[in-house]
């Protein structure tokens, strides 16, 4: 089996920064894009950052210059840095990979639990 475990979240002033941390553990031959998504009260879950297994990312227009996405391949972990924080940025964080089990198996997407981020004064 596979978990996806995020953890970094909690409340931050506007303006400040929160790093976020998305471990796999499990069985993982090999892991491809991962997501970061959030849901925020009351609103559809959105697509904050994406980044492959070659380290290309993509950005959400509203978190472009003040989030960046990486990951450690070695770890099967990857992370959010948030910085500049806002109060419409308060939402409950979850990382999405697309990874394959083994060599013969499909690839398939797993979920963290997510992480809550405040902001706030």
């Known amino acids: 089996q596979v978990q996806l475990v995020e953890s970094g979240g909690g409340l931050v002033q506007p303006g400040g920064s929160l790093r976020l941390s998305c471990a796999a553990s499990g069985s993982i031959f090999s892991m491809y894009v991962t997501s970061w998504y959030r849901q925020a009260p009351g609103k559809q879950r959105e697509l904050v950052a994406t980044?492959?297994?070659?380290?290309?990312?993509n950005y959400a227009d509203s978190v472009k210059g003040r989030f960046t996405v990486s990951r450690d391949n070695a770890k099967n972990t990857v992370y959010l840095q948030m910085n500049s924080l806002k109060p419409e940025d308060t939402a409950v964080y979850y990382c999405?990979?697309?990874?394959?089990?083994?060599?013969?198996?499909?690839?398939?997407?797993?979920w963290g639990q997510g992480t809550q981020v405040t902001v706030s004064s």
């Open positions: 999405k990979a697309n990874l394959r089990q083994g060599i013969t198996r499909p690839r398939e997407d797993y």
């Open positions: 980044i492959d297994s070659g380290g290309r990312t």
